[in-house]
């Protein structure tokens, strides 16, 4: 795996992370039939906090982005795009595990959302970390995570020490 780090994202990062969610969701959205060239980075645009999200750097250079907006019930996870010569190495995985291991830090009832378009591989990742659907339609799977405190992590790492 590729040396990275997360740096909070500045209002000047938008153009960066605009063009990179329309490479990386493109085969996406063309196969689900809305892949709109100018909408796919207006819709970034108009979204993007930069409060909320961290660039991903690999050698000092943008090489992707995700967000952690919280809501009043959950955190969204959202903008989480990787440049796809990077993704499949473990970039992605490493970044999300630091970003979950936040959640736990801030105490107990930290539940995470996200949404993933339908067929895309992304899902899998999401799914390898804890995530489980919660409803999906034609188009975006919406997954969820339950909170992971103290009292989670010794259940756990007790369930482990049994299956041994």
Known sequence: ???WEIRPA???????VAEL?????????????????????QRLRDGFEPDHTWVVEVGGTFAGCVALRPDEDAHWLE???????LQGGG??????RELLQRCDRDGDGIVVRLNVLRGSPARRLYERHGFTVETE????????????GRAAEGHQDHRNHEDR
């Open 1 to 3: 795996m590729a040396d």
């Open 10 to 16: 500045s209002a000047s990062d938008v153009e960066a």
């Open 21 to 41: 969610r329309a490479v990386v969701l493109r085969a996406d959205l063309e196969r689900l039939g809305r892949y709109d060239e100018v909408r796919v980075r």
């Open 79 to 85: 903008h989480f795009y990787l440049a796809p010569s």
């Open 91 to 96: 970039i992605g995985s490493g970044v999300l």
């Open 137 to 148: 339609d034609p188009v975006d799977v919406f997954m969820v995570r339950g909170p992971r």
